[in-house]
């Protein structure tokens, strides 16, 4: 009961990689988005501080230039003052070319004014675009507003002073000193504004970084967190397998000592087939031996005394008993091929001998048939392929075609060809039906063992076909009615 409620549990233990590949690969985009993102605004802040320096600057050195004016009245402070006041100015117009939405390349010509980088304009356009409506952005442009009105009435102070000077009406020391208290005003005024934008842009980033961070961290752990989720899946899954292969290898060592049990079984029943076959070696064929050999001995004395009856009798009666011996014969090699060595190995043999073995048996009842058996085969071919085998096949096809050739001629032969060797017996016999053709050829194509028992046409071919599975070869069947039967067997060397 616990074993299943172990099982049970694992069984339940589930992640969808999908889902966690799916999750990492969202998480990821989305983490370099927010970098790059990040990397984006802050590269645009540092821009527009970069940019309040500028302005700064320019604006200080503006005003050292019109207070030289003022108590100089040197002509060049007057041309100093108005291009270092550009600056600003370039600025402000591109302030309000962003808040009327005006076209890139005047915003652009802006920026460029007050000596902003050109790598940083279109990154300044983004930032004040996208975060024009958030609170520190909204104080920070603020302040720039107010700074662009205190240069424009620096500028427009600049022009007084600069009139007084060119109708001489700038003599008196006090009124220089009341021009100079206004200048330090503004100054003044417009310093508390660059201050206060730059606190408002450094707050606001600050912010915006520490914002951006905890949305780094997020994606991060989300990322963490799958891999770990995805990777405790993993593990319990490979505890679930090895629970699982531990069951069935236990499952396996039963089946296999049932195997075991049964290999000893049925090598007890081999053992008992074997001493079935002895008997029937025994039993049967030396009685039939007898009566071929005595068959043999009254067809022979009844021809030389002319009793042409006893004669037809005696050679009858030793056709069949040969035949009945052969048969015998053969279905005890075929047992024995099947209980003994299926997997047997044989060493390179003469495959003339072996045709010519098989030729010398059926010679003589090819003989009284007055049909000539010719073996074609080069005494030079040599084969290791199961003899026991090839023997009965042989043994078979050749004593077919000796019982359906009369006064004709019947060729073995053996021969190699394209790592193939092909045997084969043609006879100059009655044929065969292209029905039976077909039976045979369907019935080898199916190899269906059982259906390899059945004997419609008698057992000597089915006999055949079942021993050619054992050697992988194939049979071909070549005939003509009255005129004789070509069948070859085709076999891989």
Known sequence: MKKKSNITFFKNLKYNSTTALLIILTSCSMLMITNYFTIKTLSAARAYVNGESHYSKGHNNAVNNLISLLFTSNEI????????????????????????????????????EGKNHEEDLDDMIWLFKNFKSIPFFKKAVYEWE???????????LGLIIHDEILFNKLFDQNAKLEFLNKINTITKKISHNQEEFSNAFGNGTRKVKNYLFYINIFFILIIISTVYIYFTSMIKKLLYSKHILRSKKEELQLFIEDLKKTKKELSTEIIQHKKIIGTISHDIRSPLKYIQLTSKYLMNKTKESKDEISFKYATSIYKSSSQLYEFTKTLIQYSKIYFEDKDYIQENYSVYELLEKKKNIFEELAINNNTKIVNVTKKNLYSNLNNRVLSIIIHNLLDNAVKHTNKGTIEIGARTEHKKIYFWVEDTGIGMQQDIIDYYTNLFKNRDPEKLILSTYGIGLHLVLELLIIIKAKISFKSKVNEGTIITIEVNI
């Open 77 to 112: 402070y007057w041309t100093k003052f108005n291009r270092n006041l550009t600056i600003p100015q370039g600025d402000a117009k591109a302030r309000i070319a962003l808040i009327n939405d005006s076209n890139t390349d005047i915003i652009k010509r802006g920026f460029k």
């Open 146 to 156: 107010r700074g662009d009105q205190l240069n424009s009435e620096l500028k427009l």
